[in-house]
């Protein structure tokens, strides 16, 4: 078995433990292998082994990636920060966003979103610490930027994404994930039929399941050391 083989294994065993520890089924967390600055055969090697959903977050580098990998079913996330000239390549290759965290960019990717393509999927980025380096909506901005984006009609709003910082000893790792969920449980409660929460990576993903994370976005403990 190679490294790759034994990393995806361990993992997908490691989502399952964590899923199981607060009684959700593992079918309930899809993994986004992200797959930025790792070459397409490595992508086809997990394809064969059962991964469907890659997360690249450069435009110029998934495109070419997406190219060599066309003959393959995937599902493409767009996870990185998206600028307004950016967002055509990805309103048209993409099946999902994650970033999405100011109307002016939203309101692109469904001009832009083919005919020939269903709704592009969207999460919204929630700047979860109030982090000034930070890409993501303020907590307190999100109820108004969900509702605008929900009645684009080439999006459909899917839920939430977060990066929070890295917690230190001592501190909860579960913390930003909590405060996430609570704020798609508010969305929720406003009428929003929202399915997805994107929270977690290497780091954290365990956490991440614990708070009911539906997508993790997990790169270098996949793929190795970027
Ligand atoms: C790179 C990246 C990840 C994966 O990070 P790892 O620590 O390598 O798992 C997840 N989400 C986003 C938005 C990223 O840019």
């Known amino acids: 078995m190679n490294d ?3 990393r995806y294994d361990d993992l997908l ?4 433990r964590a899923a199981q520890q607060v009684g959700r089924k593992p079918a309930e967390v899809r993994l986004i292998a992200v797959s930025k600055t790792f070459p397409p055969a490595m992508l086809r090697t997990l394809a064969e082994l059962g991964q469907r959903d890659f997360g690249e977050s450069y435009v110029q580098e998934a495109l070419p990636k ?3 990998l066309a003959d393959l079913e995937l599902c493409w996330h767009f996870i990185g920060p998206l600028q307004s000239n ?3 390549p990805v ?3 993409f099946d999902w966003v994650h970033g999405v965290d100011r109307l ?3 309101e692109r990717l469904s001009s832009q979103r083919p005919d020939s393509r269903g709704a592009l999927n969207v999460c919204l980025q929630v700047n979860i610490d ?3 380096s930070k890409s993501g909506v303020a907590p ?3 109820p108004a930027l969900a509702e605008q984006v929900a009645s684009l009609p080439r999006l459909r709003l899917r839920g939430l994404m977060t990066l929070p910082r890295p917690r230190g000893p001592g501190e909860d790792p579960h913390e930003p994930f909590r405060a996430l969920r609570a704020l798609a449980d508010t969305l929720r409660a406003h009428g929003h039929t929202l399915d997805t929460l994107s929270m977690g990576m290497s780091e954290d993903f365990e956490a991440a399941i614990h708070e009911g994370a539906t997508h993790v976005r997990v790169g270098s403990a996949l793929f190795g050391r970027r």
């Open 86 to 88: 950016k967002t055509r």
């Open 66 to 68: 997406q190219h060599a």
């Open 104 to 106: 002016r960019i939203a």
């Open 13 to 16: 065993a490691r989502m399952a």
């Open 4 to 6: 790759l083989q034994h």
């Open 130 to 132: 109030d982090e000034a």
């Open 91 to 93: 309103a048209e290759h």
């Open 140 to 142: 307190a901005d999100l």
